[in-house]
C-alpha cells in the first residue's frame, strides 16, 4: 500500500515570490511520483513526473521537484510565482514497473497575492 | 499527444433519471481507463478501472449497479450514472493510462448537478 501526504491545504504567496508545495509518500517498493495542477472546473494536468535517474525533475510552467528518497519526499518549487499559477496542486504516487494504482494527495491550494 | 475528451463538460439533470458520461483517447488507444470523483475541495477518489472488452473493476463502497462502465472500444469508456439522486452530484473525472511510467491523461471533467 502506498499513501501521500500534502500537509498544506492553502499556501498563499505574494506575485513573483517563490513557493514550495511539500509532498510526503510512503511506499514499500520502488515509486514513481507526479505533480499534477487542476485550474477550476477542469481535469488535472501533468507538471512534471519522476521515474528514475536525477533527483532533480524539470516540468511545465517554471516548476521543478526533487525527489529525496531518504525523507520520501517530493517536494514542488517555483522560483517566482504569477498570478497565473493560482490552482489546486496534487501530487501522487504510483508503484514502478507495469501498471500501477495511483494514489493521490489531498491537495494544496496556491493562492497567489497581487 | 495523449489528448482525452470528456463530454459534457456540466449536466443537470432531474432525480430519478440516468445520465452518460462520455471519455475518449483522441489520439491514442487506451486499454485502460479510470474514473474518479471528486468532491468540492478534496482529492480525487478512485471509483473504478475500465478495461477494454472485460468488465470494469470497482473500489471498494462503490456501487456498480449505480454507476455503470462500458469500454466498448479502445477509445471509449463511458459512464452511467442510474437513477441519479442529489447526492450524486459531483465533479466525474476520467483518464487513460498509456503505460508503465506514463502519467495519467485526464479529461476535463464533468459537473453533474441532480435537482
Known amino acids: 500500500a502506498q499513501s501521500v501526504t500534502q500537509l498544506d491545504s492553502q499556501v498563499p504567496v505574494f506575485e513573483e515570490a517563490p513557493v514550495e508545495l511539500r509532498c510526503n509518500y510512503s511506499s514499500s517498493v520502488s515509486v514513481y511520483l507526479f505533480w499534477y495542477v487542476q485550474y477550476p472546473n477542469q481535469g488535472l494536468q501533468l507538471l512534471l513526473k519522476y521515474l528514475s535517474g536525477s533527483t532533480l525533475v524539470k516540468g511545465i510552467n517554471g516548476f521543478e521537484a526533487e525527489f529525496n528518497k531518504s525523507q520520501t519526499s517530493f517536494h514542488l518549487r517555483k522560483p517566482s510565482v504569477h498570478i497565473s499559477d493560482t490552482a489546486e496542486y496534487f501530487c501522487a504516487v504510483s508503484g514502478s514497473g507495469g501498471y500501477q494504482k495511483v494514489t493521490f494527495g489531498t491537495g494544496t491550494k496556491l493562492q497567489v497575492i497581487p | 499527444g495523449a489528448v482525452v475528451s470528456q463530454h459534457p463538460s456540466w449536466v443537470i439533470c432531474k432525480s430519478g433519471t440516468s445520465v452518460k458520461i462520455e471519455c475518449r483517447s483522441l489520439?491514442?488507444?487506451?486499454?485502460?481507463m479510470f474514473w474518479y470523483r471528486q468532491f468540492p475541495k478534496q482529492s480525487l477518489m478512485l471509483m473504478a478501472t475500465?478495461?477494454?472488452?472485460?468488465?470494469?473493476?470497482?473500489e471498494q463502497g462503490v456501487e456498480k449497479d449505480k454507476f455503470l462502465i462500458n469500454h466498448a472500444s479502445l477509445t471509449l469508456s463511458t459512464l452511467t450514472v442510474t437513477s441519479a439522486h442529489p447526492e450524486d452530484s459531483s465533479f466525474y473525472i476520467c483518464s487513460a493510462f498509456t503505460g508503465s511510467g506514463s502519467p495519467l491523461h485526464f479529461g476535463n471533467g464533468t459537473r453533474l448537478t441532480v435537482t
Open positions: 475500465s478495461n477494454e472488452g472485460s468488465k470494469a473493476t470497482y
Open positions: 489520439d491514442f488507444q487506451a486499454t485502460t
